[in-house]
C-alpha cells in the first residue's frame, strides 16, 4: 500500500485516522470499529463493503 496515500486517506464516515492492517489487507478505523478492503491494491472505502470488528476484538 502506498504510504502517501494513506496518509490522506480517512474513514469516510468519521473522517478520522486509518490504520493499515497489513496481514489482512484493510484499512482499520479504531473509532468506527470498522474494516475495510483493500481488493487489487485499491481501498474500498464504502461503509456497506466494510467489515464490523467484533466489540472483544483488541485493534
Keep these: 500500500m502506498d504510504k502517501k496515500l494513506l496518509s490522506i486517506l ?3 464516515l ?3 485516522p486509518l490504520l493499515y492492517q497489513k496481514t489482512d489487507y484493510e484499512l482499520i478505523c ?3 470499529r ?3 478492503p483493500i481488493k487489487d491494491g485499491i ?3 464504502l461503509e456497506d463493503e466494510a467489515r464490523r470488528l467484533p ?3 483488541e485493534i
Design 10 to 12: 480517512v474513514c469516510p
Design 14 to 16: 468519521c473522517k478520522g
Design 30 to 32: 479504531k473509532a468506527d
Design 34 to 36: 470498522l474494516a475495510f
Design 43 to 45: 481501498p474500498v472505502m
Design 55 to 57: 466489540e472483544e476484538q
